[in-house]
């Protein structure tokens, strides 16, 4: 069975960093492309960044870059999002999802950003 | 970097259909035949029930169903079920290895 369990989310202060975890399995992780959704409170889903296959390639949307870093390590199967500077509007249900297509997705796990 | 235009709110009876549009650009929607649609209930894993426009993942049911004109996509379920209840999203690949998603949808089951 396709899995994604992601990890690593909590409370932190404005300006502050977290890194989280997505953990797979059931599939060859070094094949696909990977990416981070978020879902604010309230709000609709949104896409957050993406790495290709061996990590030679990464995308972000406007509003992290900079500010996020996406990274995998194939031979753990796993895939990370290094949140710096976090302010308040980065509060979310952060999900990973495999594949260009986005085609399975973990449970997500919640960030929040308040002093 | 906006999002795609989705109704708020959408519903009908038991055995009856709906359909959601979702309104892009000629930079996203119009312009790549990737164009996918998610149905989300609250507190589990998004789920992909479209993709590529109007393919089907196995095991998602033949009541649902997309296509796409210019910038505008469709979603219809048809057969409505209490289990539809859920926000949908349209998400279209928008270049550059960026993806865009739609502002949801709210199906209620009546």
């Known amino acids: 069975e396709v899995q994604l369990v992601e990890s690593g989310g909590g409370l932190i202060q404005p300006g502050g960093s977290l890194r989280l975890s997505c953990g797979v399995s059931?599939?060859?992780?070094?094949?696909?492309?990977m990416n981070w959704a978020r879902q604010a409170p309230g709000e609709g889903l949104e896409w957050v960044a993406s790495i290709k296959q061996d990590g030679s390639e990464t995308y972000y949307v406007d509003s992290v870059k900079g500010r996020f870093t996406i990274s995998r390590d194939n031979a753990r199967d796993s895939l990370f999002l290094q949140m710096d500077s976090l302010s308040v509007d980065d509060t979310a249900v952060y999900y990973c999802?495999?594949?260009?297509?986005?085609?399975?997705w973990g449970q997500g796990t919640t960030v929040i950003v308040s002093s | 970097q906006s999002a795609l235009t989705q109704p708020p709110s959408a519903s009908g009876s038991p055995g009856q259909s709906v359909t959601i549009s979702c309104s892009g650009s000629?930079?996203?929607?119009?312009?790549?035949?990737?164009v996918s649609w998610f149905q989300h209930h609250p507190g589990r894993a998004p789920k992909l029930i479209i993709y590529?426009?109007?393919k089907r993942p196995s095991g998602v049911p033949d009541r649902f169903s997309a296509s796409k004109s210019g910038n505008t996509a469709s979603l219809t379920v048809s057969g409505l079920q209490a289990e539809d209840e859920a926000d949908y999203y349209c998400s279209s690949y928008a270049g550059s290895s960026r993806r865009l998603f739609g502002t949801g949808t709210k199906v209620t089951v009546l």
């Open positions: 000629s930079s996203d929607v119009g312009a790549y035949n990737y």
């Open positions: 590529e426009v109007t």
């Open positions: 059931g599939f060859k992780f070094s094949l696909y492309w």
């Open positions: 999802a495999r594949g260009g297509g986005l085609d399975v």
